[in-house]
């Protein structure tokens, strides 16, 4: 497994490598100085990069088997940063690349990589010395250069190449996101293999990794242990997104639903010392506006503190419905501050989303074809969904010497959410159903504190990086209120012939939300102990070893009503292993660990035993077209010993524990490039899902299969022209009848219930753009054969519109 050595260092650096050489970026190359003063005799190698980390004042990171063997030339005198480094490395096989203006990594070139007679180390098989501790560098993760990620960072709490996790992570880069035309999370997540998402009735999406809703997911490596329910940044200020794949229990997402498939970990933009003056903005064919900004650099001369500030607007007159009032505001400003030691960043985010209800239809049978017609509005055009999040965070990683390093990261998050929509069901052919108008209002909080100590030793034949690390949160589900009106008991109303509905709130009395009154939990606090041993063995093998103990409170209640909050304890191992057939391709096998507390009172008047899943995966990975590309190939298996809790059939109405499940697929990715200025970014799954107790699944479709190739014109009087189109496609599943409450027991008891044929499709998308050293435009358009689509997943209830063609042009400008 490579490790990345931290040794000191920072500056401003941009220089680009190819095979067995060195070739610099004209675009910073003048903003370098020229007569930098290097004294630095020949030596080891990796000796000689601490001395020039130290004297180009950068940020040096190694593969640290792979240039302890080594031996440096002798580089003295006035020269440029980018020549010092290459006297330094020449005829070692070594390239560099500089991930920020700051950070600069070594990893081998070519003629090493293929173990040809210009790598002198040829002799690593014999010769190992210990590694400095790999560390996460702060800066280093999510500065990507195309559509393939040179590191991941979820999985291991330490920056990691790829090829030597033995787990599947789908990485989403920044120039993906902006080819593509991103705007939410839900939309970038589709590249990845074994991950979709379904339209909620709140206007917020639900993720599903695996076959598994996900957990509360995470931001910045940090769990989010709120509401869980996919509110996320601005794409403007995300810098990439990972999709850990298989159960991440071992990683602290214990608290709410269930964290079985995997995670969604959003990485957030950071301070800069480098300056960053950037406008973004978009403009749709219904009064569609954002407006944002992106502002970075140094606030003093030495760089060693900066600044990053993001703002973000953005609302619609109106949806292609007619629904109103889609007004989402952003701001996060955060400070930066770097010794050749120490990072910290200390940063807060306001994120205020006001979202109309989504386009939706509903059925009036059980078939896709009888859907209510698209123009009939099914809501009050003002009814919402608003969440307001506030978060504020630091994070701290200091190296004490060359085998011991620490690592601190907190947040603090509150949210509130205040919905308000008409219910329908009890639907019949002729339009008449039951209309019941919601009003649900909470808020909560949430904190966590993650310490860490790092530590890399060992001899010739065995390395170990050591992380040792402490984890503290505390989760308190805030007050709240909810109204149904009528007492839940609703309305008559044809879709047809009775007009518009009015506002949801106007239709509750204070009567319904007197009954709807709910006080919240106390704080909750839950611990973890997290260790962790990466070894590699001689120079093809490396293993990982993780645990994770984590204590708990569940909060429930006794029989009588009085609260009952009893401490419970569950230990989670991990364990991975992977095989270098060659410095680009290796071969992987993990199992790892899930759990979900159930604060659910069984037979016996006890809480019922937490679910528990367990996953087996094997795969392989691999860099092709001359490290420009990586294709990423998994199977898996994932059992589950019981699903959502069902309720008995006779009184006293206990609880009993789901059915079990079965999840086992195969998963394709390929990201990178092929040719000069043509990327391809290309994701398929194969998935089958068993339940248990016989139960067909539900939003399940067997096959899914992305696409999204751009072509940038390299040459000639359209240089920087380009193109892009996509594919999105997936195969039949199944969505359910829901009916009422008995209904709901019933389908857990697999007696025939009504389900829903969803039809397989496939979307086009495509854009033209051009890009200039200082701005850019795309012009892009959605659903390009305007065909009627249809999410994987929803019940007669709520049927998601996706029926149109829709434009989007969209830009940036730095000044």
């Not at 059915?659 to 990327?679: A, H, T, Y």
């Amino acid at each position: 497994m490579s490790r990345f050595a931290w040794l000191p260092a920072y500056g401003c650096l941009t220089l680009m490598f190819a095979a067995g050489g060195v070739a610099s970026a004209p675009a910073c190359a003048a903003e370098q100085p020229v007569g930098m003063r290097f004294a630095i005799p020949a030596q080891s190698l990796s000796t000689a990069l601490i001395a020039f980390g130290k004297q180009a004042n950068v940020q040096v990171l190694t593969a640290g088997q792979t240039v302890e063997a080594l031996r440096s030339h002798a580089v003295a005198g006035a020269l440029s940063m980018q020549a010092a480094l290459g006297q330094l490395l020449e005829g070692t096989g070594m390239v560099f690349a500089f991930a920020d203006a700051r950070t600069v990594v070594i990893k081998p070139g070519k003629a090493a990589a293929t173990g040809g007679k210009s790598n002198p180390a040829s002799s690593l098989d014999q010769t190992r010395a210990t590694l400095l501790p790999p560390i996460q560098a702060i800066g280093l993760v999510g500065k990507d250069e195309g559509f393939m990620a040179d590191v991941s960072s979820g999985p291991t709490r330490t920056v990691s190449d790829p090829l030597d996790v033995p787990q599947s992570v789908g990485i989403v880069t920044q120039d993906l996101l902006q080819s593509e035309q991103v705007q939410t999370i839900a939309e970038a997540i589709r590249n990845i293999a074994g991950v979709q998402y379904y339209d909620g009735s709140s206007g917020l999406p639900i993720f599903d990794v695996r076959g598994f809703t996900t957990g509360n997911g995470m931001t910045d490596g940090m769990p989010n242990n709120i509401l869980g329910i996919g509110d996320f940044p601005p794409m403007i200020g995300v810098e990439r997104i990972e999709v850990l794949k298989g159960p991440e229990a071992i990683l602290g997402d214990t608290s709410a639903y269930n964290n079985f498939g995997g995670l969604i970990d959003v990485v957030l933009k950071k301070p800069q010392a480098e300056p960053i003056h950037q406008l973004f903005y978009s403009i749709g064919p219904h009064g569609e506006k954002q407006l944002g900004v992106d502002l970075a650099g140094a606030l003093n001369t030495s760089g060693s503190l900066s600044y990053r500030l993001i703002a973000n607007g953005d609302y619609a007159d109106r949806t292609m419905q007619g629904m109103r009032g889609r007004r989402n505001r952003y701001v996060a400003p955060s400070i930066g501050w770097s010794s050749p030691d120490t990072t910290l960043i200390v940063g807060a985010s306001w994120m205020m989303n006001h979202t109309p209800i989504p386009d939706h239809a509903i059925l009036l049978r059980d078939t896709v074809s009888s859907a209510s017609p698209p123009g009939i509005l099914l809501d009050n055009p003002d009814d919402h969904t608003a969440i307001e999040t506030r978060r504020l965070y630091y994070m701290l990683e200091h190296r004490f010497n060359e085998i011991w390093s620490f690592r601190s990261r907190a947040q603090y998050v509150r949210e509130s959410i205040d919905s308000k929509y008409w219910y329908m069901d009890g639907m019949d052919p002729a339009g008449d159903l039951n209309a019941t108008a919601l009003d649900y209002r909470t808020s909560d909080a949430y904190y966590v504190l993650q310490n860490d100590v790092t530590a890399s030793f060992g001899n010739s034949w065995m390395q170990h990086s050591l992380v040792l690390g402490v984890d503290y949160s505390r989760i308190q589900l805030g007050g709240g209120e909810y109204a149904l009106s009528n007492g839940g008991a609703g309305m008559s109303y044809n879709i047809f012939s009775s007009g518009p509905l009015a506002p949801a709130a106007s239709a509750l009395s204070a009567d319904d939300y007197a009954e709807g009154y709910f006080s919240g939990n106390p704080w909750t606090t839950e611990t973890g102990l997290f260790i962790q041993d990466q070894i590699a063995l001689g120079t093809q093998w490396e293993a990982l070893l993780a645990w994770r103990r984590t204590g708990y409170e569940l909060q429930t209640t006794y029989p009588d009503g009085s609260p009952w909050n009893p401490h419970k304890v569950q230990w989670v191992p991990n364990f991975g292993l992977v095989y270098k057939l060659t410095p680009e391709v290796s071969i992987y096998a993990n199992t790892s660990n899930g759990f979900q507390p159930d604060t659910g009172l069984g037979k016996d008047n006890h809480p019922l035993a937490p679910a528990l899943s367990r996953q087996i995966e094997i795969g392989t990975k691999m860099n092709l077209f001359q490290d420009r590309a990586r294709l990423t190939v998994a199977a898996y298996r994932i059992m589950l010993n019981n699903s959502a809790d069902l309720i008995s059939l006779q009184p006293p109405y206990y609880f009993i524990t789901g059915p079990g499940q079965s999840n086992k697929g195969i998963e394709v990715e390929f990201n990178g490039r092929i040719l000069p200025g043509w990327d391809l970014s290309a994701a398929f799954t194969n998935a089958v899902i068993h339940n248990n107790d016989g139960t067909p699944p539900l939003g399940a479709s067997r096959q899914r299969f992305n696409l999204w190739s751009s072509y940038t014109l390299q040459q000639g009087a359209l240089r920087g022209f380009g193109v892009g189109l996509g594919v999105l496609a997936r195969s039949r599943s199944l969505g359910i009848m829901s009916g009422d409450f008995n209904d709901y027991v019933s389908i857990a008891g697999g007696d025939g219930t009504d389900y829903i044929s969803i039809p397989g499709q496939a979307s086009v998308s495509a854009n033209v753009f051009y890009r200039a050293p200082r701005w850019s435009v795309t012009l892009g358009v959605k659903n390009l054969l305007d065909r009627n689509l249809y999410g994987p997943q929803f019940d007669e209830t709520f049927v998601p519109l996706r029926n149109h063609r829709s434009f989007l042009l969209s830009g940036t400008y730095s000044f």
